[in-house]
């Protein structure tokens, strides 16, 4: 005699996430980062040339046939530097990264768990940190450590460091107090295993975005240590490095700085496009 | 019959906010103190010799009078902890110590250079506000076409690194039309790229984060309530949505601040500026450490007093904090 | 203040969203006149807050509305302009939104959110309409109105709040006043106020147009109701008729829905034998003189639970119930071992669970570890207590490995939990943000029953749900102890259903156990005034 007042309680239709081919800027921005890891595993499937071979008669073609992106001061082929470049580029990126994370990851989480005081001395240290610009830090770095691929990674890297860890320091703040942990506790499991399956899991979670992301933004950084003179130096094919010789000749000659910023900027804007599309992702299932 | 309690609530009001500023401006003192100590040691773990490091860099060749006078002024004899006191002493004396590749007192040479670097990053960021809240009230929800438009303007601009947007301004507006001169001269022409430079990249920065909380608030049911007392969409996003929309922009000025005067690195050498980043850009490549360790200190200083200046400016737009606080 | 009625024959709202269109209100016709009142009424989903946004032309983006006759007075309402709506909307239509605390600007002052409303119709000068929205104030029953004319909506109470939204909505003298909701969230004793006030604006001449799910305040305000259901009116007529004698099985349905039309129904028999099994009924739960003081701002403090004492026997359910800020969630912390008391104690199956801070013997974490399977917990929100990377199955899998159980007998188990608070098992590969309210509470109420424990502690497990799931929930509830012999610790506001779960009762003012005692008894002849006042004001 009674009919059901909500239906929705049973009958309701499946609302299965929906699988989808991403849109079309992050496929773009994918395709573009696929082609730029190919490109520093096997440039020899796509330059023209090499890099470093000196043809001083060639030397400020614009860019036409034969030389896409033109030629430098030394005749050298751009077009064949950029994709040299692209390996150099992408294990700034990713070292630099790596070492923030390294730094940052301990740092968040002990600040986050290690009970009130290092939650307040840690939140205290990453505040004054961050008060540096990045700039500055990664260049007081550079200075100390002098020249070279490996020093560049590394400042960029400390550089960066302080942004994150006040990110991971956050989540973790914000996942401890989160009322999933409260039920967890209240089921009766151990706080190891409370931080090992739960508190772990779901702070790592939004790193991948992070770390995305990251790639971009410290190929940036380190590209402009490069171009201030600290790091790779010339005439290595390394984008800034390309940049900071293209400097000198800005007036009669913009193909040399064109192209070689042109791919920085595709590359940051390809880890920002395809980030903010890993996240949706993970939002769109849970959060 | 009111008045004692209307006077009451102002007190109640003003009182949390002196607080405030007190307790900001103590952990600014903080800040300056642990600046001042990693630049400590980061002058004592310079590679090489300390008293070389105050001296003239690696390559001085001081004499040996300097030297003694050296050790016995920074106490280069006696333990860490010695020297590392004298170092407050010094800075709380306002003494930064003498430049050697500049030849004179640190502190001249920041005060000579500081105007033109606060000039830039100050109309930077007032540029990069301006642009980014036209961006945001112009196309954020404003349909499908134009608002895919913006955001992708948005996205593109904050990608962009500063110091190769310089170099293409240069290179189209200077060396190509010669609208602008390719070299600071002081005038007001030769701010117009160098601001650019830097404002661009950070207005799309800004406008990213504004556009989403603009976009949260036009959904809040206060926005809806104040269509149905019958108020226009202008006065909709600018009265109500604007307001919630810029609070992380603001929350962000402060971090925006010191970062720009970072990047004022790059563009003060790429346009040939005089100012506090190209100095130390100078300072860092001959080791000429009193110099950085001086203009260090001062960026942090700038950045103590922007997140002040930051945080009043938000209880200003958001006075539910000054109840918080106390 | 004109007097012109509003005039709704078949409304139809459809939303278009590329090349699909959805039809959410079919065929509304009803008519606002001064000095009467219409309810619409329905859950969530009926449509009824959508018809009442399309009478001011913001039904939403994409919505598509039709009506063979939509006018205000003697103007049509079908074809107007953007610019022609906003002149109606706050002069000739005023519109009182759900929830005071966001539906007024967090971040301007009363006072400036009714010039607004003033202003953007061009009425009077600067000083004049700093005037009017005082006297405004005072009129809504507000005190001291130029004092609280700068405060925002988040330093005013629930109820003053809503008197402000109410006055920014009346700021114009509108004909017709639309309040969605406008006691929702509200303590009972403050709704009760909140209805007078309505009721003192139909007197003045507004036509009022209420949007409720509370068919109780329905029955106190309007003169004609129409009933929603899935975008459809069911049932239509004069108030008295439609509450008395409901034609319609839904109307039928959800009279039966409201909370504390029945008291509980226990089988009785069954309950004979038991009592006869263990002579004495089992104490599970034993809360003795519970004090616990808050910091409060600028050194102050306040007492949220002062010297409360109760016990729970097995298989019985306690309702706690309270107005906010009563410390009735104070106590349930304390008794979930969260928040330490300052003074007191509590015992669960005869251990030490809880001890003060004071002297006596230490309670830690980990001595209630190995305890906490048989103690378990139900939140008002349940989505916030689900981990968000897991699916229902493992959500539950989770539980029961904190109940030790084997990992090879948990798929029958999980499957048998879900039989029991009635989901199909196919739920446990979902995730708990694509379910519904009531499925999302039934998970939660699965995971609580995962260990099989003693005790349960629900902190107002149904207060964020439709009335008619609220009362499904509360069935289960109910039916779950019948079976597990489970006693509840039953934490709510709300007076209908405390009625309908408990045994016994606890009634909380400020702290303090007001009264206390079997439900059936403080329900009928309540002795503390505040319980009297809190039935008077639900009655």
Known sequence: MTIPLSTSTFAQSRRLPKVSLPPVGASLAMLFLIVLIAASIWPDLFATSNPLKIAPRLAFRPPGLGHPFGTDQSGRDIYSRVIYGAGQSLLLGVGAVAVSMALAIPLGLIGGLGGRLAERFIGWVLDVLFSFPTLILALLFAAHLGGGIGPLIVATGVGNAPGYGRMIFGQTLSVRRAGYIEAARMLGHSPLRIIWRQILPNVMRPLIVMVTMGIGQAIVWSSALSFLGLGAQPPAAEWGTMLAMGRDFVSRAWWLTVFPGLFIVLTTLSTTVVGRYLQRCLEGRTS | ?326 | MSKASLIVDNLSVDFAAGSARKSVVRHVSFRVEPGRAVALVGESGSGKSVTARSLVGLAGAGAIVSATRLSYGDRDLRALSQRQWREIRGRDIGFVLQDALVSLDPLRTIGAEIEEALAAHGWGDRASRRRRAQDLLRSVGIPDPDIRALQRSDELSGGLRQRALIATALALDPAIVIADEPTTALDSTVQAQIVALLSAIKEKGHGLLIISHDLHLVSKLADEVVVMHHGDVVEQGPVSDVLAKPRHAYTRALLDAMPGRHPRRRRPIARDREEQASSLPETVLDVRDLTKTFDGPAGSARLAVDKVSFSIQRGRTLGIVGESGSGKTTVARIALGLVTPDEGEIAFAGRPWVASTGRGPRVSEADRRPYRRDLSVIYQDPLSSFDPRWTVGQILSDALQAAGLARKDQARRIADLLAKVRLPIEIADRWPLNLSGGQRQRVAIARALAANPKVVICDEPVSALDVSVQAQVLDLLADLQEELGIAYLFISHDLGVIRQISDDVLVMQSGRAVEQGATEQVFSAPAHPFTKALLQAAS
């Open chain 2, 1 to 326: 019959m009111s008045a004692p309690a209307g006077r009451s609530l102002q007190i109640n009001r003003l009182w949390p906010l002196g607080w405030l500023i007190c307790r900001r401006l103590l952990s600014g003192a903080l800040v300056l103190l642990a600046s001042a100590t990693v630049t400590f040691f980061a002058l004592r773990l310079t590679p090489g010799d300390p008293v070389r490091a105050v001296l003239g860099g690696p390559t001085a060749n001081p004499t040996p009078e300097t030297v003694a006078r050296a050790i016995a002024e920074f106490g280069l004899d006696r333990p860490l902890p010695v020297q590392y006191l004298l170092h407050i002493g010094r800075l709380l004396r306002g003494d930064l110590g003498t430049s050697f590749s500049q030849h004179q007192q640190v502190s001249a040479v920041i005060a000579e250079q500081i105007g033109p670097t606060l000039w830039l990053t100050g109309s930077a960021v007032a540029v990069a506000w301006l642009l980014s809240t036209l961006s945001v009230l112009a196309t954020a929800r404003r349909g499908w076409a134009l608002s895919a438009v913006g955001s992708a303007a948005e996205t593109m601009a904050a990608a962009l690194p500063q110091f190769w947007l310089g170099l293409v301004l240069l290179a189209v507006f200077a060396f190509g039309l010669r609208w602008f001169p390719p070299q600071s001269d002081g005038g007001f022409l030769g701010m117009v790229l160098p601001t650019l430079a830097l404002a661009v990249p950070l207005a799309g920065f800004l406008a990213q984060v504004t556009r989403e909380s603009f976009e949260l608030a036009l959904d809040q049911p206060f926005i809806l309530s104040a269509r149905m007392r019958g108020l226009g969409e202008g006065a909709v996003r600018w009265r109500h949505g604007l307001r919630h929309a810029a609070l992380p922009g603001i929350s962000l000025s402060a971090w925006a601040i010191g970062s720009l005067i970072g990047n004022a690195v790059l563009v003060e050498v790429i346009f040939s500026r005089p100012g506090l980043g190209r100095v130390l850009y100078q300072a860092v490549s001959v080791q000429d450490m009193p110099l950085t360790i001086g203009v260090t200190l001062v960026v942090t200083l700038v950045y103590v007093v922007a997140s002040l200046a930051v945080d009043l400016l938000y209880i200003l737009v958001d006075p539910r904090l000054k109840a918080k606080r106390t």
